[in-house]
């Protein structure tokens, strides 16, 4: 079916059963010659799927395919992260960028082996208690590790929803979105059916980038170049690397002003990242 008939019929008739069984038919079909090929996508298990989660937070999967199984490799199971000093996680994690992710799967690994014995829970009310993950993260874990029919919203999904339901409109809300996702959802194996949204979500994006744009939550990322970011990431890597350094130290090798350096250390001080013991900043144990 031509998405131009789909729109005709979706106008006419509303969403049927009918017109959800072509929406799904057309999804499949899609995913049936053209499913992407991912490491976090085999030999799935719950400690996997929370760490690619977590990973897919903000970065292309093609940089997550490369790091998923070298931090997989380095730290196997939830016992031995929950052990590992923050250093070595961090020191793993790079490349990836918004470090806080990384300091919270460790910390998301403690709570799991001393709360939990050692087991991920189904719930999405309880992972939502969890550092890092909000509604969305916590119930596309719980649907990736459990096959659980939850439903979320993320940037391919979204663009998926507006292509084929929201052909004219603009400033398309995620409640609007939503209920149409619940109501096509497949519930015999929503894991599945949220990988082939997600992988004719990410054609939409080569083919249509303009449906980004028709979302009432898209915002235009600010640039990386001289923000507290990348002054964050500067000073972690500088610490992973050298293991400690006095402040004078680090604001002679980084090329920005005095008062954003030491505010961005204390920051990281703040957030638990690192300490300061005996005129040396270190990355926190």
Sequence with gaps: MLITEFHKLYAKKGLTSEINNSFQKIIYSYFK???RDF????DITPYKVLISEIMLQQTQTGRVSEKFLKFIGQFP???TLSKA???KVLKAWQGLGYNRRAKALKEIAEKIIDEYSGKLPKSVQILKTFPQIGHNTASSISTFAFNKPNIFIETNIRRVFIYFFFPTKTRVKDSEILPIIERTIDKNNPR???Y???DYGFMLSKKHPELNKKSAHYRKQSPFKGSKREIRGLILKLLI???ALAKS???????YPTERIQEVISQLKKEGFIRHRNNLLTIAK
């Design 33 to 35: 010659q053209n499913r």
């Design 39 to 42: 490491p976090f996508r085999k």
């Design 77 to 79: 199971d939830f016992q």
């Design 85 to 87: 000093p923050l250093q």
């Design 192 to 194: 599945e059916w949220y």
């Design 196 to 198: 082939a949204l997600m």
């Design 241 to 243: 690397e050298n293991r």
């Design 249 to 255: 130290e680090i604001i002679k090798i980084l090329d």
